[in-house]
């Protein structure tokens, strides 16, 4: 491909004035100005209505809106007319679709007077956007076009990171608008997500200075990511200050306009250069061992701790009387995480020969002999007991009773079951689902009805999306000696049927929560529309033989971070 100069210029123009789009927008709430036009898409009947007040705000923010669509809508063209690569020309249409329901959910917001699923879908939408076109810059740049490959034993790992950080970047996009739009919903959600991200940035970094390859391509992007992250820090400590703690004036003063502000858009700058950065790492880094797992990271299993620690967070969320008790929920994720954290390392310990007759798992750092076995019992169960031990101190002995049972039941019930029976995916699918009921329990003190349909929820919901991961594996299963259905399955007849039937029974479960009034009616919707993809994509899979399993599993994982986050979202 042809680096075009001219094209590469248009489209960054673009990108910089979406910055200022997010700019404005973020100006239109931290002023309240989203209601002081009543009509949609003039104002006032006017292009150029009286600029006092809040129309302003919102009046500049549509005349900006309206230029961006039109850059939008020229770039489309321009790439249609002149690329060659198919990826490029769907990306392009995306961005015009994408400015289209932009514009229709700005209408809509004022039409009905601001509700909060549309406003904080609007808010989302905006900065996903911005990364689209920013996505399109980087594709249309020099760098892109004719890359120099950079060989590295870091690479895997830098890149894996930076994707990381990306993914939990974006959820604090979307918890950030939900604080926005809810008068500081989520906010400990927010704030607990921002730690995640500098957590990984403090990864990131350290991957970076250990491989002098990678720092002569990725360094000046990461400083800037890490400058703009200090300068977050600060401004969402001073939009907290001005917004939350001092006491609340009649209209918000210029500090908390420009505190929330350039929090807002700092938040976008930071989002799209991590997606950028995981974009170039993706495409810039080869790795001389594309899957060495040589650290305690790998050991622990983050995505799978971090996605219990969710379920575990949203339970405490949804039961968690007023006012919310941050402290208490923050001791109870620290404890959740060590937990769920220590447990992996010991499943890890115990199934170490299994892994290492296993084609995908053979470079885990036991298999792989490049961590001892003992230290990681050791670790292991030091994270295990001191996760125990925070949540019966510092959150309840009851909750740390259910996190005993986690911990145990999957270490020692789930684990060497594996080997012995087939019945292993529904014993294991309870460990799986009881980190719902920790973070009920650490904040009600009890279990209810509404805290079992979660559960059950969560429970049945790793059933189908198990077997679809026992059918992808099936062959590595078999080389480990592991006792899945899917082994003696070759027609695939009984995994099939067991996804079809535990995901039409996962529709049902879902409706427990809206008839228990634990979430309304955007939940219902979400719960029908999620549940009837999931059942529609079962039953295809039974007709052809589970070809496409892996698709399922991936659906699947969407569906129950969308569902949980939808049932704190319209939690009554």
Avoid at 266 to 292: D, M
Avoid at 473 to 489: A, C, N, P, V
Wanted: glycine content about 8%.
């Amino acid at each position: 491909m042809t680096f075009k100069p001219r094209l590469f210029s248009y489209a960054l123009f673009t990108a910089l004035a979406t910055v200022i789009l997010i700019m404005a927008g973020g100006l239109v709430t931290s002023t309240g100005s989203g209601l002081s036009v009543p009509d949609w898409p003039l104002s006032y009947g006017q292009f150029f209505p009286p600029m006092i007040g809040g129309i302003r705000f919102e009046h500049s923010h549509r005349m900006i809106a309206a230029t961006v669509g039109f850059l939008t809508f020229g770039l489309t063209v321009w790439i249609l007319r002149e690329e060659k690569r198919h990826f490029m020309k769907v990306l392009a249409a995306c961005a015009s679709f994408a400015v289209l329901l932009q514009a229709i959910l700005g209408g809509l917001t004022v039409k009905y007077l601001l509700p909060k699923p549309i406003s904080i879908g609007h808010a989302c939408l905006g900065q996903t956007f911005f990364c689209l076109v920013c996505a399109l810059v980087l594709f249309l740049s020099k760098e892109w076009l004719s890359p120099v490959k950079i060989s590295s034993k870091t690479a895997f790992h830098f890149t894996r990171l930076s994707w990381t950080t990306f993914g939990f970047a974006y959820c604090q996009l979307v918890a950030g608008a939900i604080v926005r739009h809810t008068h500081g919903q989520l906010l400990v959600a927010h704030i607990f997500i921002a730690l995640l991200i500098l957590i990984h940035a403090v990864f990131l970094n350290i991957k970076l200075f250990s491989d002098n390859s990678i720092q002569k391509k990725f360094l000046p992007q990461l400083l800037a990511i890490d400058g703009l992250l200090f300068l977050q820090l600060f401004l969402g400590l001073g939009a907290y200050t001005f917004k939350y703690a001092l006491e609340k004036q009649a209209l918000p003063t210029v500090l908390e306009v420009l505190f929330t502000t350039a929090h807002q858009t700092t938040g976008a700058l930071i989002l799209a250069n991590l997606l950028v950065l995981s974009l170039r790492a993706t495409k810039l880094l080869q790795s001389e061992n594309s899957k060495s797992s040589s650290e305690y990271l790998d050991l622990i299993k983050p995505r799978v701790t971090l996605t219990a620690l969710w379920t575990a967070c949203c339970g405490y969320i949804l039961a968690s009387p007023q006012p919310f008790n941050a402290t208490k929920f923050l001791h109870m994720l620290l404890g959740a995480f060590l937990v769920g954290a220590g447990g992996n390392a010991l499943n890890q310990f115990h199934e170490r020969e299994i892994d290492q007759k296993m084609t995908r798992t053979q470079e885990r750092p036991l298999p792989s002999r490049k961590m001892e076995p003992e230290n990681a019992l050791i670790f292991g169960w030091l994270l295990s007991l001191s996760g125990i031990v925070e949540i019966g101190v510092f959150v309840s002995i009851y909750a740390a009773f259910i996190a005993l049972g986690i911990f145990l039941s999957y270490v020692y019930i789930y684990t060497p079951l594996k080997k012995v029976t087939a019945l292993n995916t529904y014993v294991g699918a309870v460990p799986g689902a009881l980190p719902v009921l920790l973070g009920w329990v650490g904040a009600a003190g009890s279990i209810d009805a509404k805290a079992i349909s979660l559960f059950m929820l969560l429970f049945i919901w790793q059933l189908p999306h198990f077997f679809a991961i026992a059918w992808v594996y099936r062959e590595d299963y078999k080389k480990g000696g592991l006792q899945m259905l899917s082994r003696d399955d070759k027609s695939g007849q009984k995994t099939s049927f067991q996804i079809l039937f535990f995901s039409f029974l996962l529709l049902l479960a879902s409706l427990l929560p809206f008839h228990l009034e634990l979430a309304g009616s955007l939940y219902l919707f979400a719960a029908l529309a999620g549940g009837g993809i999931l059942v529609v994509m079962a039953y295809n899979l039974r007709k052809i033989k589970l070809v496409h399993a892996s698709r399922f599993v991936g659906a699947s994982i969407i569906y129950i971070l969308v569902i949980f986050t939808l049932l704190i979202v319209d939690k009554k």
